[in-house]
């Protein structure tokens, strides 16, 4: 039986050429553009292995990973990015990716780490390992690991530009509970302003600059 595979990036294009480059060894179950869609789709389709990017609009590539593993612990999860920050790699693995693929790799590299996750090891590419090895050593974070997954959720939305009106409807929560959630993280991260926040959000790779 071939192994289904479901992508997640949020240009049409990627996806649709990761599929033609894919289809040959393995069964693309389909593609989606954000991470709540992934989320979504993971939980509804049980994919083998999921490939996403980090940079996704709603919620990020490593929070998506991070609520597949915890409802779908046995599905795969590969991260193809343009990011090549140590301490991104860190954060993927820490959220549970078993690869670390850079989109610049040679095409191959990919379905390396598709086959090497599969046998229960880790992939990371080449390109990123010494870096990596390096950071690990030196035990450097990105302070994402002192915020709960419900306050990375509302970060990210508040550095989409989001109101907190619109954070609390996305999330299914009252706009008082998001302004805790968002006060909470300004004492815990020592931010004074929202704009201290979205830099947080930069630094932590939940959105681009």
Excluded at 28 to 45: F, I, K, M, Q, S
Excluded at 85 to 90: F, G, L
Aim: aromatic share 2%; net charge negative.
């Amino acid at each position: 039986m071939a192994v289904t595979v479901l992508l997640a990036d949020d240009h049409a294009i990627v996806s649709q050429g990761l599929e033609a480059l894919l289809r040959p060894r393995f069964d693309v179950v389909g593609h989606v553009r954000d991470g709540r869609a992934l989320v979504a789709a993971a939980e509804t389709l049980s994919p083998d292995v999921v490939v996403t990017d980090i940079s996704m609009p709603g919620l990020n590539g490593l929070e998506a990973i991070r609520q597949i593993k915890k409802s779908k612990p046995g599905i795969v999860t590969i991260v193809l990015t343009m990011h090549t920050e140590p301490t991104v790699v860190s954060e993927a693995l820490k959220a549970g990716a078993s690869g670390y693929v850079v989109k610049t790799s040679a095409v191959e590299e990919l379905g390396t780490a598709v086959q090497e996750a599969l046998k229960g090891r880790t992939y990371i590419t080449p390109l990123l390992a010494t870096d990596l090895f390096s950071l690990l050593i030196e035990g450097a974070s990105s302070g994402s690991d002192r915020l709960t997954p419900r306050q990375r959720e509302v970060l990210q939305l508040i550095a989409e530009g989001r109101t907190m009106k619109e954070v609390a409807t996305i999330l299914s929560i009252s706009p008082r509970t998001a302004e805790s959630h968002k006060y909470d993280m300004m004492e815990v991260l020592g931010c004074k302003t929202t704009a201290d926040l979205i830099h947080h959000a930069i630094n932590m790779n939940m959105v681009s600059p």
